[in-house]
């Protein structure tokens, strides 16, 4: 598949530009040394063969050269994650915007759980004359807090989202 990804990047995603697999002839250039393959081994024969075989890539008019096909195309883009805009995406029942608002809401809600311990905590152990010492254990304190507040609201948030599919 990196080899198709590398036909794929050579091609500039043109269907009729033929791409060269590379070799002695042109050290460094071609499609398989993008792909962190040697043009004359095995390997790299192996793949161009089952790239053909599974009709992503065809045998160009120029030697040792191959053109990406529609199929290679689709391929790449999903392996990349780069779909048609106008295809219906999979989307959970709950909107960007509300996962946003029920994360921002349960982190302020955790946040307060957590803090009061926190507080009573902080009045028992950190002496009334404070020193910069007590001051950085509190805000370190404090600041765990909210970073757990915020790591157990995200979970939650997406558990929640993940069930309305």
Same mark, same amino acid.
């Given at each position: 598949m990196?080899?198709?990804?590398?036909f794929?990047d050579?091609s500039?995603?043109?269907?009729?530009?033929?791409v060269?697999?590379g070799?002695?002839e042109?050290p460094?250039?071609?499609a398989?040394p993008?792909a962190d393959?040697?043009?004359? $081994?095995?390997e790299?024969?192996?793949?161009?063969?089952?790239l053909?075989?599974?009709?992503? #890539?065809a045998?160009?008019?120029a030697?040792?050269?191959?053109?990406? !096909?529609?199929?290679? &195309?689709?391929?790449?883009?999903q392996?990349?994650? #780069?779909?048609?805009? *106008?295809?219906p995406?999979?989307? $959970?029942g709950?909107?960007?915007? +509300?996962q946003?608002?029920l994360? +921002?809401?349960?982190s302020?809600?955790?946040?307060?759980?957590? $803090?009061?311990p926190? !507080?009573r905590?902080i009045?028992?152990?950190?002496?009334?004359?404070?020193? #910069?010492?007590?001051?950085? !254990?509190? =805000?370190?304190?404090q600041?765990?807090?909210? =970073?757990?507040a915020l790591?157990?609201? *995200?979970? #939650?948030?997406?558990? &929640?989202?993940?069930?309305?599919?």
């Amino acid at each position: 598949m990196r080899l198709l990804g590398a036909f794929y990047d050579l091609s500039e995603e043109k269907l009729t530009e033929p791409v060269p697999i590379g070799g002695p002839e042109m050290p460094g250039q071609g499609a398989a040394p993008r792909a962190d393959l040697d043009p004359e $081994s095995p390997e790299c024969d192996v793949a161009a063969r089952y790239l053909v075989e599974q009709g992503y #890539i065809a045998p160009a008019d120029a030697a040792s050269g191959y053109v990406i !096909t529609v199929a290679g &195309l689709d391929r790449v883009r999903q392996m990349r994650g #780069i779909g048609d805009p *106008s295809a219906p995406r999979e989307r $959970s029942g709950m909107s960007d915007k +509300t996962q946003q608002r029920l994360l +921002t809401l349960l982190s302020i809600v955790i946040s307060i759980g957590l $803090s009061q311990p926190l !507080t009573r905590f902080i009045g028992e152990k950190i002496p009334e004359r404070r020193g #910069i010492k007590d001051d950085l !254990t509190e =805000a370190f304190l404090q600041g765990l807090v909210r =970073a757990v507040a915020l790591v157990l609201a *995200s979970v #939650i948030v997406r558990a &929640l989202a993940a069930s309305r599919r």
